[in-house]
């Protein structure tokens, strides 16, 4: 699952990639006529909102295509840079920047980009950001506290406004398409050359149908782990979907046998994981399975792994998610631990035993039971966790 | 012979997949301020090392980022920038040597405003944590807060101040 960095791609082949990406985001920017700062500029004097287009269709094209590629399960939302909010710094830096554009007519992307085509005011503008940087430097133990101060980390725009993430996108989408059409008829007032003059109408009126129909699929698109965790709770698919299940002898067995390719998920809460815990049992939440940090325990090769809980509810739920994740060798141990407990650690015989296999039966119970309650306290009620070794993603300019 | 740009829906589209890829590929939006920070630091680092040493901006950064500060995603990122306008240019034939600039000024006033322009672009950037790429347009593909504030703070305060800047482009 991406992103490809840090488990797929090494730190050089990474760094080789992001000379890639920027000759295709010079490019675009050159193509799209970011190159000018007369056009850039051009923006807040209404005669040339290129800059808009082409600003907010690229910022809902990526932001589509992340939720999209997060609902199908092939991009980890946690795991992506989302830059971290501190409000009193993220306003005022805009606002200087926001000076720099109106003075300076470009930002520093599109600047490097004029500059590669030999634009002087952007070699300028671009020497003057280097020395900008060097100043803010010179002056940071100023106002590192404001700067540094009120982190509010990673917030979503969605939940600081108290809207659904479908909601706001799709608000965003018909905002972007709005401003789209007011601004193209502002433009056609104001500048008898406007660009926009020479738009396909028809091509134009279609694509934002298109972008109409896309703003109503992300409307309803579910976050993908809600969804997942929805569908293994349903009874209708867990009838459609049978799970395998293990005995409490064979655990009991295994657990005894410390079998190697074995690996018991507990997906009670801490609280009851005190009262009775399997030796060797991994304690993981149910969404847990979701995190990376789960992945190298769950993944293990050659191995069968067994949900357990109190009743077997939550651990049928548990294998099936497994199972949607890409996980085999699933079980869930048949009867949960009150079976467990009944079969195995409080066993009593019933009476005498009249077949043969209920003579084996009983014979192991009871031996079990001696073992299994011995090994339990030796194991002092611990189960394990993995150890978290989720690397950070860096990100942002800073 | 100087070729038309492309329609600025497309050119939104194919840079909204760029975008894309980035964050596929390294978790990370696009971005253009944070190279000029890597080359301010990696230049003090080099001319006036004692300083760079102990001065909190330059220390943070160096506990922030391992290794060279010219050996980041950033920097090699802003190196394809160039590259990738340059071909652009080629390709199009917007290769230029000028200085452009609004009918009612010199040139040496534009560049004497791009100086001072890219200094507040700088400075702003390090309040920001990003650019109009790195905090704006990427934070907003991520849905982040912090890149709609930024985004709104720089759009809202060209627009506030326009008027008063008009003789520098109209």
Known sequence: MAPLVPD???????????????????????????????????????????????????????????????????????????????????????????????????????SICAAAIGKKDAIVFVIGGFLGVLLYGEAYPSFSGFVNGSALGPVKVYDSLGVSRGAFVLFLIVAALAAFAATTWIERKLNPEATSRSFPVLQHRLAAAGLLALAAVLFFLPDRKTSLLAQVADPVYQRAHPARYMTADELAFRVLDTDPRLLVLDLRDEQAQKTLALPGAVSVPLDGLFAKEWQGALGRRHTTRV?????????????????????????????????????ILEYEPTGPATTAAQGDSDRFRSEARVLMTKRIADAKGLSSRPRKVVKKIQGGCS | MTARHMNPYLAGVLLGLVLLSAIFISGRGLGASGALKSAAVATMETALPAHAAQAPFYKEYTTEHAGNPLKQWLVFEVLGVLIGGFLSGVVSGRLTWVTEKGPQITSRTRLAFALVGGGLFGIGAQFARGCTSGAALSGMAVLSTAGFVTMLAIFGTGYATSFFFRKLWI
Do not use: H
């Not at chain 1, 209404?46 to 609902?71: H, K, P, Q």
């Open chain 1, 8 to 110: 797929l791609l090494s730190n050089e082949l990474n760094i080789l990639s992001g000379l890639l990406v920027g000759i295709a985001f010079g490019y675009v920017l050159e193509q799209a006529g970011f190159s000018s700062s007369r056009r850039l500029a051009g923006l807040f004097y209404g005669r040339d909102f290129t800059v808009l287009r082409v600003f907010f269709t690229a910022a809902i094209t990526a932001l589509s295509g992340v939720l999209l590629l997060g609902w199908a399960g092939l991009l980890d939302l946690d795991a992506i840079f989302v830059n971290p909010l501190f409000m009193g710094p993220a306003i005022l830096g805009g606002v200087v920047m926001g000076f720099g554009f109106i003075l300076g007519g470009y930002c520093p992307g599109t």
């Open chain 1, 307 to 343: 949900f357990v809980d109190e009743d077997g509810s939550r651990s049928l739920q548990g294998a099936l998610l497994a199972e949607r994740l890409g996980y085999d060798n699933v079980r869930v141990l048949q009867g949960g631990l009150a079976e467990f407990r009944r079969t």
